[in-house]
């Protein structure tokens, strides 16, 4: 593995694609051989990670697990794609989250504590490389507005190779009705005022906002929702040229990209033009859609410092 060479922060806009239904604890996958868990492939998928770069992306593993063979196979591309920091949205077993941990040697993670109910929830968690990866205390914010944030956004102070960044990961309220569209602008609005906040009282201005935002940006509406977060002088969304391109974080609607990776003004002298990549991993792994999840991750390799 080539970390072994360095010591080793969410629908279509207008179209209802993403989840807001969840189930409680799922059956975990087994993944288990004769004298334990398997190791996790690393050659599922061509790698997108490098040793000159910090590998992040942002994932919605779809109500996780979605089959007995999720845990494994979400083991092997993260492994496969040799990531370092993977934001994933729809965590709905901490009983598989704890497993597809295990599997994965090289990193840990931290799970949000967000419920929707005793029994029900539908979590975002951050996993990292713990070689090479330092987290925070991790904080959700914004509890007590469900309208604009059915799930708390997912923030994580990281330092990495580096970089001292705030990662916020999300998950916007999904579907296609006008008031879904109303509570994604209204939860732009909300991201942008707490940012500007944070970063005009002395606060971390290098902040990366990552996740499934349930809404398109090549559609007027999709990017009157978003306005506020589209701003030039204040954020670059690193997923913009990918979606302008046609491409498609939502297996299901080819041409849609409603997964986003959105960084600050403070990353834009060193990341520069720098954009996000989406692998096909639909088309490249065998029953990808039907055992895994209906997104495909949106990847961003950052320089390393």
């Not at 779809?62 to 993977?86: C, G, H, M, Q």
């Not at 330092?134 to 469900?146: K, N, Q, S, W």
Request: with cysteine.
């Amino acid at each position: 593995m080539r970390r072994a060479l360095l010591a080793i922060v969410a629908a279509v806009g207008g179209a209802g694609a993403g989840c807001d239904l969840v189930r409680g604890d799922a059956p975990p996958d087994a993944a288990l051989g004769l004298d334990g868990p398997r190791p996790p492939r690393d050659d599922l998928v061509p790698a997108l990670g490098g040793p000159t770069t910090l590998d992040l992306a942002a994932w919605n593993i779809e109500n996780f697990p979605k089959s007995p063979r999720a845990v494994a196979l979400a083991a092997d591309v993260i492994t496969s794609l040799d990531l370092d920091l993977i934001v994933v949205e729809e965590v709905a077993s901490v009983d598989a989250w704890d497993e597809l941990l295990a599997l994965l040697p090289e990193h840990d993670g931290v799970l949000s504590s967000h419920r929707y109910t005793a029994t029900s929830y539908q979590k975002i968690g951050l996993i990292y490389r713990s070689g090479l990866v330092t987290v925070g205390t991790p904080e959700l914010l914004f509890i007590a507005d469900g309208y604009a944030f059915p799930r708390p956004p997912f923030k994580v102070h990281v330092d990495a190779a580096g970089y001292d960044v705030d990662l916020i990961g999300v998950h916007l309220k999904a579907g296609g009705a006008p008031d879904d569209g109303d509570r994604r602008a209204a939860a732009a609005r909300i991201l942008d005022v707490y940012l500007a906040d944070q970063i005009a009282s002395g606060g971390e201005d290098e902040v990366i906002v990552l996740g499934d935002y349930n809404e398109v940006i090549t559609s007027p509406e999709g990017r009157d929702r978003l306005a506020p977060l589209l701003a030039p002088e204040r954020y670059r969304l690193r997923t913009r040229a990918a979606a302008e391109a046609g491409g498609y974080s939502f297996v299901p609607t080819p041409g849609r990209v409603i997964d986003h990776l959105l960084t600050t003004a403070g990353l834009e002298a060193e990341l520069g033009e720098l954009p996000a990549i989406i692998p096909r991993l639909d088309t490249q792994v065998p029953r990808y859609d039907a055992d895994l999840t209906d997104h495909v991750p949106v990847v961003l390799s950052m320089p390393l410092r």
